[in-house]
């Protein structure tokens, strides 16, 4: 699926994928109780993780499913519900698999099990997590978001969608902790480049690879803030976008049927993708985004498209 460029352009849109996830939203709103899927970070043994639950497991007395992602990595493995006990709970993780093996009506492998207890009133998790072997998780609650009818994996990778791609909404530690936990990492910074009165650079996410820009200096300490935060906030819905492409390859981020291309694993072109500085003044930055994005669904979405912003205000 072709994530944030999709809703600039109805060429680039995956319709029967995004009236597929507007169908499922309103049917979950009509049978199921909204709740607050909650977030939590800490570690499978050593490696760091981030975890979203469907709802408390310290409020709730249903069943439980989530998604998590390594932090090195940033993509999301579906946990679907397993078994429930009071502040005990099963999620059995899955395992990647293309449309031959996990394709309509087909259950998707499971990898390995969680097995965690709540604690705390719900601020932390503790148990283990078993494949091969067996490993401890230890988890503490980072936050919540309010109101989701998700009851499986898919309803909350079908939140970010509606979220960041359709609504056009920030992603922030208050609004949406498991998605800022994703892309609040350090960048790799580039040299810095322009001219002897406004300078930039690009910056990487070392996970995705590909360079958005950021403001360094302009002349007479002209305010750069509001823009640099726009295009922070134009990188990490990419980078989400690029994350989720990849995600594809878990039978759970897919409505079932799974859309004919839609197996993922690769990050749909946006490793190859551009957006490059034209100019930039005390007042004005002019640059272009260019690219061909594919993760299932119709056709591409080839784009070179330009901007400009208003440096002070950050709008385009």
Request: hydrophobic residues 35%; aromatic residues 8%; proline residues 5%.
């Amino acid at each position: 699926m072709v994530r944030r460029a999709k809703f600039r352009l109805v060429g680039a849109i995956s319709m029967d994928k995004l009236v597929g996830a507007l169908a499922g939203l309103l049917l979950g709103c009509a049978t199921s109780a909204l709740a607050d899927p909650i977030t939590y970070s800490g570690k499978i043994g050593s490696l760091d993780v981030v975890v979203e639950l469907t709802d408390d497991p310290a409020a709730s007395d249903g069943p439980l499913a989530g998604r998590y992602f390594y932090r090195a990595k940033g993509v999301d493995i579906p946990l679907q519900a397993k078994s429930r006990k009071g502040g005990s709970f099963e999620l059995a993780e899955e395992e990647a698999c293309g449309a031959e093996k996990c394709g309509e009506g087909q259950a998707a492998p499971i990898g390995a099990v969680w097995k965690l207890t709540s604690t705390e009133e719900g601020k932390t998790l503790e148990g283990t997590w078993t494949a091969k072997k067996s490993l401890p998780v230890k988890l503490t609650r980072a936050g919540s978001r309010e109101g989701s009818a998700a009851e499986n994996p898919y309803g909350l990778y079908s939140d970010t969608d509606m979220a960041v791609f359709a609504d056009g909404a920030d992603i922030t530690t208050d609004e949406m902790p498991y998605d800022y936990l994703r892309v609040d990492v350090a960048m790799d910074e580039g040299p810095k480049a322009g001219w002897p009165d406004a300078s930039y650079r690009y910056v990487t996410d070392p996970r995705t690879k590909f360079a958005r820009p950021r403001i360094v200096e302009l002349a007479g300490g002209a305010p750069f803030d509001k823009t640099n935060a726009a295009f922070q906030q134009r990188h990490w819905r990419d980078t989400v976008a690029a994350l989720s492409c990849v995600a594809g390859r878990y039978g759970g981020s897919h409505a079932d049927p799974r859309m004919e291309g839609d197996d993922g694993g690769t990050m749909g072109g946006y490793e190859d993708s551009t957006a490059e500085i034209t100019a930039l003044t005390t007042k004005l930055v002019s640059w272009r985004e260019s690219g061909s994005l594919f993760c299932g669904g119709a056709h591409p979405y080839n784009y070179s498209n330009a901007y400009n912003m208003n440096v002070a205000s950050g709008e385009l």
